[in-house]
């Protein structure tokens, strides 16, 4: 099942896609379908918080030149970071070098505290592509990550969240203006999904709603204003969105 948030004719729906065309999915609203070309499409969730896996692929780990972690290094990205498929990535002046970083992302789908991995499903309501915008020259200027991944725009979610999948061995891409610049797949983790959840939980409460993002693979790189970017995820879709440079 393909879930979406959407906007039509001013207003914010929730749905569910299926064969090109979205129905609004809610007890207390009458039943309404939308072809999907007459809606927007919005981040398909809208979290409290998206708590990200820095070096989770082994091949991104030897391209920086830093050693396999030993457990998962964590950092938050803010609520404010999200936008959704088809929106623009601002490129802030204080920065003169973005990345891109395609990821799979976990969709969190009820209140999660010191899970299990074993258990690790339950909790999980699906899976979406996520872009891991980062400000790498100020990434390495400040020794941590909090500026460098936090701007305005810097977390593209969507476009649907897959619940109907196993994250197991999937196929993840990047296109920087239709030329691939990212491939492997999601089995070259270091720390699978539950492995994820089980030590995330443990540290801090997650509601429905937010976002684990699992980490990138090699070949991360540039982006410059008016290019395209489109993160790929075998089994759920594609995330499509454009750079912008902020003027001031």
Partial sequence: MKLVRFKVNGEIFAGQLAEGVVRIAADNLPPREFALDQVRLLAPCTPNKVVAVGLNYRDHAEEMGLEIPDEPILFIKPASSVIGPGDTILLPHQSSRIDFEAELAVVIGKTARNVARH???????????????????????DGQWTRSKSFDTFCPIGPWIETDIDSSDLKIELYLNGETKQQSRTSNLIFSSDHLLE?????????????????????VGPMQAGDTVEVRV???????????KIAL
């Avoid at 258990?119 to 200027?141: F, H, M, P, W």
């Avoid at 030590?199 to 070949?219: E, K």
């Fill in 119 to 141: 258990e690790a499903s339950a909790y999980i309501l699906g899976y979406t592509c996520l872009n891991d915008v980062t400000a790498r020259d100020l990434q390495s200027k």
């Fill in 199 to 219: 030590f995330v939980s443990a540290i801090m409460t997650l509601h429905p709603g937010d976002v684990i993002a699992t980490g990138t693979t090699s070949g």
């Fill in 234 to 244: 075998e089994g759920i879709g594609s995330l499509i969105n454009h750079a912008k």
